[in-house]
């Protein structure tokens, strides 16, 4: 079983269980040769298609599979959501160590300042409504969207434009991220 479905999808998809309400869940049997989202929840009144990524390294090559996932047609596999009743919200799950938190962090909001108006259209044409942090496999940690918006922009204007040294940038992106969380 490899990190993804073992560190981010099996400790998501218990949070989701614990959440109130009636959470009807889905996720591929098998991981590479199934269609679809890694993640498919749905209540009565919320319906989410989740892709999962997990990041131990320096690559932000995940970033990317993120990007891409709301852009690819899926199948849908919860059957009110074929019925067209409730329409999906697109959310981002993201594994990683404790140690590499800050460094997470630092480059997604390094991104999201690069071009502040295409990533809020980004979210409202495609409906990106959440995402979750999954730390260690064992806590979920959850931001919406626009919450992660604002925090983009509280890091940018903390940096002021100049170009400061990685670790300072990294607790300043920690910082910004850190007092929207929910747990």
């Given at each position: 079983?490899?990190?993804?479905?073992?560190?981010?999808?099996?400790?998501?998809?218990?949070?989701?269980?614990?959440?109130?309400?009636?959470?009807?869940?889905?996720?591929?049997?098998?991981?590479t040769s199934e269609r679809g989202w890694?993640?498919?929840?749905?209540?009565?009144?919320?319906?989410?298609?989740?892709?999962?990524?997990?990041?131990?390294?320096?690559?932000?090559?995940?970033?990317?599979?993120?990007?891409?996932?709301?852009?690819?047609?899926?199948?849908?596999?919860?059957?009110?959501?074929?019925?067209?009743?409730?329409?999906?919200?697109?959310?981002?799950?993201?594994?990683?160590?404790?140690?590499?938190?800050?460094?997470?962090?630092?480059?997604?909001?390094?991104?999201?300042?690069?071009?502040?108006?295409?990533?809020?259209?980004?979210?409202?044409?495609?409906?990106?409504?959440?995402?979750?942090?999954?730390?260690?496999?064992?806590?979920?940690?959850?931001?919406?969207?626009?919450?992660?918006?604002?925090?983009?922009?509280?890091?940018?204007?903390?940096?002021?434009?100049?170009?400061?040294?990685?670790?300072?940038?990294?607790?300043?992106?920690?910082?910004?991220?850190?007092?929207?969380?929910?747990?």
């Amino acid at each position: 079983m490899g990190k993804e479905r073992e560190l981010v999808v099996r400790p998501l998809k218990g949070w989701i269980r614990k959440r109130p309400g009636s959470w009807e869940l889905w996720s591929p049997k098998h991981e590479t040769s199934e269609r679809g989202w890694d993640i498919e929840a749905r209540s009565s009144s919320e319906y989410w298609v989740i892709e999962a990524k997990y990041t131990d390294g320096p690559s932000v090559g995940w970033f990317g599979g993120l990007i891409m996932a709301p852009l690819v047609k899926r199948d849908l596999h919860l059957s009110k959501a074929k019925e067209g009743r409730l329409q999906p919200s697109v959310c981002w799950a993201i594994g990683m160590s404790q140690d590499r938190m800050s460094a997470v962090f630092q480059k997604i909001l390094d991104y999201l300042c690069a071009r502040p108006d295409f990533w809020e259209m980004y979210g409202k044409w495609l409906r990106v409504k959440r995402v979750f942090f999954v730390v260690e496999g064992t806590r979920v940690l959850c931001i919406s969207y626009k919450g992660l918006l604002r925090a983009a922009a509280r890091y940018d204007n903390a940096n002021n434009g100049v170009e400061v040294d990685l670790k300072i940038r990294r607790v300043v992106a920690e910082a910004s991220v850190k007092g929207k969380l929910d747990r």
